[in-house]
């Protein structure tokens, strides 16, 4: 089966276990992604495919939904309902929180209540927390994974509130973030203790960039918010094989939504000490590797691209034992560097380098092919802060909206491929003005979607947005070789408050209902 | 389904008038193709005109007004400068429908003739009086473009009828015309409210006013309460806020997914009040620069 999709293993165990099949006879190979989302680790309508095939006696069978059956039957994310109490000490300290979240994501559990509830407070120091959670049941179309599932919503509420407060004390809302602001060594709202972390070097970037000082004019403000995403290892297998030529092939179980491809590339590369156009990056089907959880969670580069490093290293070992038996040396008294096998040490003997070229062209006679691989459900999951600053002007007869600048401020840990790290915040802010400002599911008296089309379900076009500015704050994540986080998510955790607390600071109105659309603003102004 | 290629109207009519079945006349094709494709319509006799000599042509007329043939693009009025200094209003309109692709081959009779209530191109036609040479199996007669759409989806013709072009009449001196529409977005939407308004000078009096609204009932209202606004006014506050509540008043919207009631009879009344000015702008500086104007359309 060739499917799009984020996860080919997902795909392959429940179509197996919807038809009855054994795994091994489904081979599911992922298709080039357009974007994924979160919508793309699941099946829709693919075991029918296999179903009308088996049916056709093993003819191919081509399955496509339309763009508006997608936007009918594929699932947004929960509808939320939140309700928070804080309490904040008048200097900004936050004291204790409470959290009542209510999701509803059709008639069956997994609305992500649990995880909008974890990261709802996860930026803040607070000792006293309650959370509360109901995963609401009810005769509606089914949820699906949306991007940090839960935790934009968790946002909206706690950050619209800390804003709403720090106001009405007349303290400076980031000034508020700063003093509460979680670091290493802190234990998290939802249990664990966090390790190095970069909130801190994440709200100091967003004081020091010029966007705070732009003056603002009449009908505009400015809003800020933090948001928070756990970032995921997952179930992870890679390989890896040199060449005859000594380029490099890679093969992991992870669809490329984002650029983890070009970033696993550069760390094997980086590793091996070769350019990054010898080493290509594959997204392999599922006979091809052990199982591999989907490219969810912001996991890709930091899981694949773990298990790619330490595949790697068992190639550079392999590499240097066929250079040590050439040289008859021992293997140890070989090092590795700028993508040769070199003698430790002046005591090693004196030999030319034997370059990645010359040992793949001479490895069948010499011990046969060199490969590495990996498997693991890898800890060292480094966590990131995102702290947005957003400002509007809204038009006080039409209620309109128009996003004057955005500010993008994140921890990458180490950003392996920058413009793509740029891209997915640029991604996750528009994604959450969409969310903030105009998308929504409009049904009808008879529970029909009115608005399945692009026309109607109205993503931000390319004009309503300014160019996203973005700084990507780099401390690296100790749990990662290269001190990768994972970086696809937490961008759209602060769009929703950010934008709420900017068009307070325009029209005085606090807009609790999402999205703030122009006839909700201009009720809130007239009423 | 059978398609047709006719060499002129009146064979194009006498196709039509002789079908039973599911007939369309393509033109840019841009809501016929894509219903078409969507399988929502499947006609048995699809009608093409584009063969038709004339059909694409933008025309000057010897008394100054214009004739716009049925086939002429949302592009192709952009790229006429006498069109777009006459009346930028019209070309504005036409220009906010659909993307730069769409604006090479969508037209203003067919956006007349897909009879949307929230039309782009038409409260400019109906505010500027223009009219539409319909050919049918009587002949040929004029129909008042106010008079042409009759509801979502309906419009006035008989069966057999079809649109060969649109007229503009002579802009004249001192008069100006401007259309806006309310979306959410900045572009690639349905107008939530549209207006347009055509008004003339005598000086720095508004003499003359025709006040359309789009988007705010079954078709384009024609308002006459909003023209008593202005007209012998300097379209001062007193003015405009006649002339807003004139228009919120004689405006009956539907709540949908596009918008509320409430929100579209506010904003109806803010839309008749920034147009009339960018109109009444206009007018003045016709009067000025001697027809020199530009156009905001694009």
Redesign the interface.
């Given at each position: 089966m060739w499917v799009c999709t984020q996860g080919q293993w997902y795909i392959r165990q429940m179509c197996a276990g919807v038809l009855g099949l054994e795994a091994s006879q489904l081979r599911v190979t992922p298709s080039e992604i357009g974007g994924g989302f979160g919508g793309k680790t699941t099946i829709f309508m693919e075991p029918l495919a296999l179903a009308l095939s088996r049916k056709a006696g093993g003819r191919p069978v081509k399955l496509v939904m339309s763009r508006s059956e997608v936007l009918r039957a594929t699932g947004p994310t929960a509808s939320a309902s939140m309700d928070v109490t804080l309490g904040m000490k008048s200097d900004g300290t936050l004291t204790a929180a409470r959290a009542e979240f209510r999701m509803q994501g059709g008639a069956f559990p997994g609305a992500p209540v649990d995880m909008a509830l974890f990261c709802c407070f996860a930026p803040y120091h607070i000792p006293a927390i309650h959370h509360l959670g109901y995963d609401v049941l009810a005769n509606r179309p089914k949820c699906a994974a949306y991007r940090a599932p839960g935790s934009p919503m968790g946002a909206f509420a706690v950050e619209s509130l800390i804003d709403e407060m720090a106001r009405e004390l007349g303290l400076d809302p980031l000034a508020v973030r700063r003093t509460n602001a979680v670091r290493e060594g802190m234990k998290a709202s939802y249990g664990p203790t966090f390790a190095r972390i970069g909130l801190e070097e994440v709200l100091d970037a967003v004081s020091a960039h010029p966007n705070l000082q732009v003056p603002l004019g009449p009908n505009q403000g400015r809003g800020i918010a933090t948001g928070y995403w756990f970032n995921h290892g997952g179930e992870t297998s890679v390989s890896m094989a040199i060449g005859e030529d000594g380029t490099v092939q890679v093969s992991v179980g992870t669809p490329d939504i984002g650029g983890s491809r070009a970033s696993i590339g550069l760390m094997v590369a980086e590793t091996l000490g070769i350019p990054y156009e010898d080493v290509r990056v594959n997204v392999v089907e599922t006979g091809a590797l052990g199982v591999n959880e989907p490219t969810h969670g912001s996991r890709a580069t930091f899981a694949s691209g773990k298990a790619a490093v330490v595949a790697t290293g068992q190639a550079i070992r392999e590499m240097c034992r066929r250079a040590a038996a050439a040289w008859d040396i021992d293997p140890e008294a070989v090092t590795w560097r700028d993508g040769a096998a070199h003698p430790a040490g002046e005591n090693a003997g004196r030999f030319e380098p034997m370059t990645i070229a010359e040992i793949g062209a001479s490895m069948g006679k010499t011990g046969g092919p060199i490969s590495g691989h990996h498997e693991a459900t890898p800890d060292g999951v480094g966590a990131s802060f995102g702290t947005h600053v957003v400002d509007v002007e809204v038009d006080p007869e039409t209620g309109r909206t128009t996003v004057l600048r955005y500010l993008v401020v994140q921890d990458a840990g180490r950003a392996i491929h920058p413009s793509y790290v740029e891209g997915q915040y640029q991604g996750g802010a528009a994604q959450g003005i969409g969310w903030a400002l105009n998308e929504e599911y409009v049904y009808g008296e008879d529970g029909r979607l009115q608005n399945p089309i692009f026309l109607d379900y109205r993503v931000p076009v390319a004009s309503d947005l300014p160019m996203i500015d973005t700084v990507i704050v780099e401390v690296p994540n100790p749990g990662h070789p290269y001190g990768v986080r994972g970086v696809g998510e937490t961008g759209i955790t602060p769009p929703l408050p950010a934008i709420a607390n900017a068009i307070h600071a325009a029209t005085g109105k606090r807009i609790r209902h999402l999205p703030i659309t122009p006839a909700k603003i201009i009720k809130a102004i007239s009423g | 389904m059978r398609y047709h290629s006719p060499l002129t109207f009146e064979a194009a009519s006498r196709v039509a008038a002789g079908a039973s079945g599911v007939t369309r006349f393509l033109a840019g094709g841009t809501d016929v193709l894509v219903q078409l494709r969507a399988g929502s319509v499947t006609p048995d006799d699809l009608i093409d005109l584009k063969r038709i000599p004339g059909v694409g042509s933008i025309t000057r007329e010897g008394d100054g007004g214009w004739t716009i043939g049925a086939a002429v693009s949302g592009a192709a009025l952009g790229a006429t400068p006498g069109l777009v200094s006459d009346w930028p209003g019209v070309v504005e309109g036409m220009g906010l429908v659909g993307s730069t692709q769409v604006q090479g081959r969508a037209t203003l009779a067919g956006n007349l003739c897909n009879g949307s209530p929230a039309a782009d191109g038409v409260p400019g036609l109906v505010a500027a009086g223009a009219t539409a040479t319909v050919v049918g199996p009587e002949g040929r007669r004029r129909m008042a473009i106010a008079d042409i759409p009759a509801g979502p989806g309906r419009t006035a013709l008989q069966p057999g009828e079809v649109i060969a072009a649109i007229h503009l009449p002579a802009r004249g001196a001192q008069g100006g015309d401007a259309y806006e529409r309310?979306i959410?977005?900045?572009?690639?939407?349905?107008a939530v409210v549209g207006c347009a308004v055509n008004l003339r000078l005598d000086g720095d009096t508004i003499v003359e006013a025709r006040v359309a609204l789009g988007a705010v009932a079954p078709t384009v209202l024609l308002v006459e309460a909003c023209a008593q606004a202005i007209v012998g006014t300097r379209l001062d506050e007193a003015a405009l806020d006649a002339l807003a509540g004139a228009a919120r008043a004689a405006a009956k919207p539907i709540s949908?997914?596009?918008?509320?009631a409430?929100?579209r009879t506010?904003?109806a009344g803010?839309l008749a009040r920034r147009v009339a000015v960018t109109a009444y702008t206009r007018a003045k500086g016709s009067r000025a620069q001697g027809h020199r104007a530009k156009g905001a359309a694009q």
């Open positions: - | 309310f959410p977005r900045t572009e690639m939407d349905i949908d997914k596009r918008g509320t409430e929100f506010h904003v803010v």
